[in-house]
Structure formats: structure tokens, C-alpha cells
């Protein structure tokens, strides 16, 4: 019997833009494979879905399909952010494959000195051919293609240094080490922001592309970045000015636990990466993974972060440990720009209520957000670091827009989170 309803086929392009956005990504596929008719709508949404942010690796082959993303006639207006991964190979990888070769020297063991004389070889291979493309002019052409491509679009772009814990990895990372036994992340092991950065602001000022925004995730550290000498506290080369002038938005990520203690490295590396970014930005993201289950001894007051910027119009702070007169200072050297201020998840070495109290009563916000609070009970300083348990202070959200509604709703938020400990503390001794 022939359908008596309309076929798939027949459906106008915006209804079946609306059923490809919810299709699964295998249906997805199967449908672009599958049915003629049917495939633009389909390839447009997974162009939307899995082709806006492509995140690539320092390789010719990963550089080489970063191009031939940016300019599919689908896939490369979708394009909206060019992530590029940091970490470069390390000589350290080379360390444990040494100690092995040595030791199976030693006991003539001559099976495993010609296993590991093959893959010392074949790391050594990689890691030189990793070297010689990085310096190469190749590297920057292609990158500087890519953001050419994208001119045509006449959209702005995000630039991205990216690390390598992510939840999905570069294009192009498991066919580079497919030979290789050793884990990715141990030969991957030095992470170059600063030159990542400069080589991604290289290339894009040599075009039109227009960059209003940078994003930088920085991982737990084992040894200082490669790169990070004196010489990187100045700021970004003149070069790329015509660029950074037009940026507007600056995040920046990074891992606050290391694998055993809290990430110093990281922390002190913040201020040589924050003075790369011009200080005419609008907004500016610092966020990490604080558990305040497992604070470490890390506060953000060693390479402070916050002394940089003086005129920003947002500022969001995610799930970091703060002096009460750090986070305030910085506050107030943004006092007479910032209209748009985010606190999540923040641990604070001080007064959470005079912190509330101070802002309510010195800025003069459009809009304001709060989502809990930590507080750090019985700190010491031991050694320029902060040692203490923490607890929660503040185990709502808030938010406010308006100058008046924040000015209000600061006080009343602060009486009522007040309230809450209380009811929470008698509580808890009754059941005691």
C-alpha cells in the first residue's frame, strides 16, 4: 500500500534540519551516506555538530586537513574556533627507554637490547620529525592558509592552545604514534604555550581573519613549560598587534591537582601567559578544577594572575582558592569598567560576607552571579603557601541583574545564606 503521508524527501529543508539535529551521530552519518535527497541537511548539521571547533596537532598531516576542513564549501563555514594542541614531544620520554637499554646492556640480555635499540629508534624518529615540522616554514603556511581560508566567511574566529587531557584528542594523534608502546601523554610531555600562541597569532595576522576571542587550557605540570624564561613576561611581539587589538575575550583554563600535590608550575606560569594578551580586553574567564576536598597548599598568590588588567567590563572566576584582599583587589582595579562580574564555585582565604558587602556597595554591576561559596577554616602560612580545611559558606546560587537588584539582593542573600547555616548547625546538633 503506497503512503498516504508525505516522504522524507518531500519535507521542506528546514524540517529536515530539525530532524537531523536530533539524530544520533551513527544515524547521522547513515543518512548522509544513504540517501541523496536527504544528504545537504544532513551534512550541513554535522557540519554544525563536529566541524565548528576542529582541534589539530602540531603535524603535517593534522595542519593539512585543518585546510581541507577550512575550505569544504559545508564544513568550512561552520568553522567558528581553530584549537591547536601545546604539548610537544620531550627529550624526558627518551629517560625511562635509556635506563631499560642500559640495564638489558648490562645483563647481556640481547633479545631486549635489540627490542628496545628498535623502538629508542623509532621515538627518536618521531620526536625529530615532531622538531623539524614545528620549525619548518611549512608549519606556518599551512596554519596561515587555514585562517586565510576563513577570510571569506567573515566571521570572527577563536583561537585555541589546547591540552592534551581532553575529551577528545587532535586529529591526527593516534596515526603519529601507532608504532609506539609508550603512553602519548609521556612522549607529549612539554607543553609550549607561549610559542603555540605566538605561532597561531603569527599566521592569523598575516591574513584578514579576524580573532575576538583566545582560549588557553593549561595541564598539571611535571617540569617548568618549555619556553617560559625571563623573557616571557614581556609582551606579545609588535607583530601581531593589529590583531590582538581587535580582541575582546580572553579564557583561560587550567589543571589546579596535579597527579600527586597541587599544580605549583601551573600557577606561577598563569602571569607569564596573562601578559601575552594585551590589557584592552572586555572579558576576561580564569577557571579550574579546585576540589575543595583536596585544597593542596595552592593559592593564587605567588605569580598573581590579576595584576595585569585595569579595564575589563566582565570578569568570571571559576572554581579557584583566593585571598579575600586578592580577589577584591582585583575588583577594584577594574572598578569603573566592570558591568558583568561571575563567581563559581571560589574558595576564599578570608570574609565571604565583607567580600558580598564590599562588592554590593563599590561596583556598579548590570548583572551578577554567585553559585556557592567556600570559605577556608583555620589557615596558616607555611612556607608562602596556605595550608586549611575548607567548607561551604554560600550552597545556593544567586543572580541579579540590574543596578538595584544587585545592590539588594547582595544584602538579602547574604542574611538569608546566613539563616540557612544556622538551621543547617542546629540540625546537626540535634542529631548529635
Known amino acids: 500500500m503506497p503512503p498516504t503521508g508525505p516522504v522524507l524527501t518531500s519535507l521542506s529543508n528546514e524540517i529536515l534540519a530539525i530532524i537531523c539535529n536530533d539524530l544520533s551521530a551513527k544515524d547521522l552519518a547513515a543518512v548522509r551516506l544513504t540517501c541523496k535527497e536527504v544528504n545537504p541537511a544532513a551534512t550541513t548539521e554535522f557540519a554544525t555538530r563536529y566541524f565548528r571547533d576542529p582541534f589539530v596537532m602540531m603535524s603535517k598531516k593534522s595542519l593539512e586537513t585543518l585546510v581541507q576542513i577550512c575550505k569544504h564549501p559545508v564544513f568550512g563555514p561552520q568553522v567558528r574556533k581553530i584549537q591547536l594542541l601545546s604539548a610537544r614531544p620531550s627529550g624526558y620520554s627518551l629517560q625511562p627507554l635509556d635506563e631499560k637499554f642500559t640495564k638489558a646492556v648490562e645483563r647481556k640480555d640481547v633479545a631486549r637490547v635489540k627490542k628496545f635499540r628498535s623502538r629508542d629508534r623509532r621515538l627518536v624518529d618521531v620526536i625529530a620529525e615532531q622538531l623539524e615540522f614545528e620549525v619548518s616554514s611549512s608549519s606556518h603556511e599551512l596554519m596561515k592558509e587555514a585562517f586565510m581560508t576563513l577570510e571569506q566567511y567573515q566571521k570572527s574566529v577563536t583561537i585555541a592552545v589546547q591540552r592534551l587531557s581532553t575529551p577528545y584528542s587532535p586529529i591526527g594523534l593516534a596515526k603519529a604514534f601507532k608504532d609506539l608502546r609508550d603512553p602519548t601523554h609521556e612522549i607529549l610531555d612539554d607543553q609550549d604555550i607561549v610559542s603555540t600562541l605566538d605561532f597561531m597569532l603569527k599566521a592569523a595576522s598575516c591574513t584578514n581573519c579576524v580573532a575576538r576571542k583566545v582560549e588557553i587550557s593549561l ?47 601551573a600557577a606561577d606560569a598563569l602571569g607569564s601567559i596573562v601578559r601575552r594578551i594585551p590589557k584592552i580586553l572586555k572579558s576576561f ?59 563559581l564555585e571560589l574558595t576564599i582565604v578570608g570574609n565571604w560576607d565583607q567580600t558580598l558587602s564590599w562588592i554590593s556597595r563599590n561596583l556598579t554591576l548590570d548583572w551578577f552571579a554567585l553559585d556557592r561559596g567556600y570559605k577556608v577554616l583555620g589557615h596558616t602560612r607555611v612556607r608562602g603557601y596556605t595550608e586549611g580545611s575548607a567548607a561551604q559558606w554560600y550552597s545556593t546560587r544567586c543572580e541579579f541583574q540590574g543596578k538595584q537588584e544587585v545592590y539588594r539582593g547582595l544584602d538579602l542573600f547574604v542574611e538569608m545564606q546566613a539563616e540557612e547555616r544556622q538551621v543547617r548547625g542546629t540540625a546537626l546538633l540535634a542529631r548529635k
Open 219 to 265: 595541564d598539571a605540570l611535571v617540569h617548568w613549560p618549555r619556553g617560559f624564561l625571563w623573557e616571557c613576561f614581556r609582551e606579545s611581539p609588535r607583530e601581531h598587534a593589529s590583531l590582538l587589538m581587535l580582541l575582546e575575550d580572553f579564557h583561560l583554563n587550567f589543571s589546579w591537582h596535579g597527579s600527586r600535590n597541587a599544580n605549583y608550575l
Open 285 to 343: 574567564t580564569l577557571s579550574s578544577d579546585c576540589d575543595v576536598s583536596r585544597l593542596g597548599r595552592l593559592v593564587l598568590d605567588r605569580s598573581d594572575p590579576f595584576g595585569w588588567y585595569n579595564a575589563l567590563k566582565s570578569i568570571s572566576l571559576n572554581k579557584l582558592m583566593l585571598r579575600e584582599e586578592q580577589l577584591i583587589g582585583f575588583l577594584r582595579r577594574n572598578q569603573a569598567s566592570l558591568k558583568r562580574l561571575e563567581l
